[in-house]
């Protein structure tokens, strides 16, 4: 066994020499070794626009005051407060392999500050361009169509054809979008049909010496992200700025490796390419932007509320509990994408001659749209969320967890941009998946006694409630409120964006006070 385990040890002690060598004589004679089974094609540059750029201050590349980059890659590093931030330092997030803008928009909704960070983002396609018309500004740049490697010039992208009917890519029904620059020679001599992976699309463009274009674009004092995806490429990218000495520039890196894929390099090669990049201080997180989650998000996005706020975690929280002997009553806003009516209601409840106490739930697009005006409702009343914006009926809660829990995440991220506190939320429905979730993010579940107009198969049709008078709709709706809450009292919800409400609201607080025999209180005390 000793024999054994010495003879291994020499054996891949020798393999290690020789490449060693192998190496050694390459950088010493400047050869550039090229992969094979891979294309690079270096002819004069194609009829297209090179758009890349670099950011208007200068100093780029400059070492002045470097940071610290000790555990980097690890969630424990991200600059959470501008405060932390030294004067004249950027949060940069670099976007590798961009696709169809699914890591900028997982990026700006979620990760904590996101909305501060100058985003580059990088692809070979450049029919995925559309998919950034909506991300213009000063701190989004799109370098599209840009081969990312080790050299600058230009190359050969292969990408993948438009969707048809029967259309099979790697024996599955997907649309990547995108492409690769790393191909084997069938997908290579498969000009039609572009092999299994469907790479029938193909134009030379512009190349960047990737690891080179970081260090003259960024500066080392700056809080760098790396996301890299780019379907093998990065080993060669990689292997250049250990070279460089460029991770000296980076502070995070998410990434996949793809060594599956016809790189060139051999199994080995790739292993040690990895290693040396986790000998340089490298935790590779996981960033899957279609999955919508990266490594470190339950890290990130970890809270702790104070023990005082009023409601179990876990439950869910549908009635209020009694004052004495007095059943409580509570009023809540489901405030919808419409500021119009929901200003109008809220004032039409603010001129009452008592003062209501009222609880507002939220979209995150909403408080995106009209932050002023909810860092003015929260100095009044309790603010709560929705989720990050309406879908039609039915279809929020049919999406899979992770869609839920960033959707979750993305309307808390818009209420702590305003330095709110985020307790409370009110999803379109409830069933356990929607629990779970919403117990990781350590919210109090809240589903109404009674909404008004109903949700859901109880519905109000035409002939019962649409098809009569205004003033027949009122005592309708009061009393299938009243019956919501019967005796028990419990927590009566008002959608916003029904504009009836308005008028019923003020007739619901004249019942309330005089005629229902319930206490009205706000949430807090309803939940104690």
Same mark, same amino acid.
């Given at each position: 066994m000793?024999h054994?385990f010495?003879k ?5 002690a020798f393999m ?9 004589y390459?950088?010493a004679?400047n050869?550039?070794y ?8 270096r002819?004069?540059l194609?009829?297209?626009?090179n ?5 208007a201050?200068?100093?780029?590349g ?6 610290s ?9 991200q600059?959470?407060n ?7 330092r950027?949060?940069?997030?670099l976007?590798c392999?961009s696709?169809?803008a699914?890591?900028?928009a997982l990026?700006r909704e ?7 960070y100058i ?5 070979i ?17 799109l ?6 490697t080790?050299y ?5 992208a292969?990408s993948?054809?438009a969707?048809?009917?029967g259309?099979?890519?790697l024996?599955m029904?997907?649309q990547?979008g995108g492409g ?5 020679d ?13 790479l029938?699309h ?11 274009w ?9 809080y760098v992200i790396?996301?890299m995806d ?8 990689l ?11 980076i502070d995070?890196?998410?990434g996949?490796y793809?060594?599956w ?8 090669e ?5 290693r ?9 997180l996981d960033?899957?932007a279609?999955?919508?989650?990266y490594?470190?998000?339950?890290i ?11 409601g ?6 549908k009635s209020?509990t009694?004052l ?7 009023i809540v806003i ?10 109008k209601?809220l ?10 106490p009222?609880?507002?739930f939220?979209?995150?697009d909403?408080?995106?749209?009209f932050p002023d005006?909810?860092?003015e409702?929260s100095?009044?009343?309790t603010?709560g969320?929705? !989720?990050? %914006?309406?879908l +039609?009926p039915g279809h929020?809660? /049919?999406?899979?967890e992770n869609a839920l829990? $960033?959707?979750? @995440? ?19 429905s ?6 779970r979730?919403v117990a990781k993010r ?6 109404? !006694?009674? %909404?008004f107009? +109903?949700k859901g198969?109880?519905? /109000?049709d035409?002939?019962e409630?649409?098809? $009569?008078?205004? @003033?027949?709709k009122?005592p309708?709706a009061?009393?299938w ?7 028990a009292g419990?927590?009566?919800?008002l959608d916003?964006?029904f504009?009836d409400n ?13 005629t229902?025999?319930?206490?009205l209180?706000d949430l807090?005390?309803c939940?104690?």
């Amino acid at each position: 066994m000793a024999h054994r385990f010495f003879k291994n040890r020499v054996f891949t002690a020798f393999m290690a020499a020789m490449f060693g060598l192998f190496i050694g004589y390459r950088l010493a004679n400047n050869a550039e070794y090229v992969p094979q089974n891979i294309v690079f094609v270096r002819d004069e540059l194609p009829n297209v626009v090179n758009i890349y750029r670099s950011p208007a201050d200068g100093n780029h590349g400059e070492r002045v005051n470097p940071v610290s980059r000790t555990n980097r890659g690890l969630g424990n590093t991200q600059p959470d407060n501008k405060s932390n931030l030294s004067s004249g330092r950027r949060k940069i997030f670099l976007d590798c392999g961009s696709n169809v803008a699914s890591s900028v928009a997982l990026f700006r909704e979620t990760y904590p500050h996101g909305k501060d960070y100058i985003l580059h983002s990088f692809d070979i396609d450049e029919r995925l361009r559309p998919f950034y018309g909506y991300y213009k500004g000063d701190k989004q740049f799109l370098h599209c169509p840009v081969a990312l490697t080790d050299y600058d010039g230009n190359t050969t992208a292969y990408s993948e054809t438009a969707w048809y009917p029967g259309k099979q890519t790697l024996g599955m029904d997907v649309q990547w979008g995108g492409g690769t620059i790393c191909v084997d020679d069938r997908e290579k001599d498969n000009i039609r049909g572009g092999g299994r992976r469907k790479l029938s699309h193909r134009r030379v463009i512009p190349s960047i010496d990737f690891s080179m274009w970081v260090q003259n674009n960024t500066r080392k004092e700056d809080y760098v992200i790396l996301k890299m995806d780019i379907e093998g490429a990065e080993y060669r990218i990689l292997s250049k700025m250990l070279k460089d000495g460029t991770f000296d520039w980076i502070d995070k890196f998410y990434g996949e490796y793809h060594n599956w894929e016809p790189t060139g390099h051999s199994k080995l090669e790739k292993y040690w390419i990895e290693r040396d990049v986790s000998n340089a201080g490298f935790q590779v997180l996981d960033w899957t932007a279609e999955k919508r989650t990266y490594g470190d998000f339950d890290i990130l996005h970890d809270k702790k509320f104070p023990i005082e706020v009023p409601g179990q975690i876990g439950r869910t929280l549908k009635s209020c509990t009694s004052l004495g002997r007095n059943t409580l009553v509570t009023i809540v806003i489901e405030v919808g994408m419409n500021s119009k009516r929901a200003l109008k209601l809220l004032k039409t409840i603010e001129a009452y001659p008592l003062n209501i106490p009222l609880a507002l739930f939220v979209y995150g697009d909403f408080v995106e749209t009209f932050p002023d005006l909810v860092r003015e409702w929260s100095t009044r009343y309790t603010v709560g969320i929705r !989720t990050d %914006t309406p879908l +039609p009926p039915g279809h929020w809660e /049919m999406q899979y967890e992770n869609a839920l829990h $960033v959707s979750i @995440v993305s309307a808390e991220r818009r209420l702590i941009e305003l330095g709110l506190g985020v307790y409370y939320i009110i999803p379109p429905s409830i069933n356990s998946i929607i629990s779970r979730v919403v117990a990781k993010r350590q919210l109090r579940l809240i589903q109404p !006694t009674v %909404t008004f107009p +109903p949700k859901g198969p109880n519905n /109000m049709d035409f002939k019962e409630y649409h098809g $009569v008078r205004d @003033v027949e709709k009122v005592p309708k709706a009061l009393r299938w409120i009243h019956q919501g809450i019967g005796k028990a009292g419990g927590i009566i919800s008002l959608d916003s964006d029904f504009p009836d409400n308005s008028v019923i609201a003020v007739f619901l607080l004249d019942y309330l006070f005089e005629t229902s025999g319930h206490a009205l209180s706000d949430l807090m005390e309803c939940l104690r």
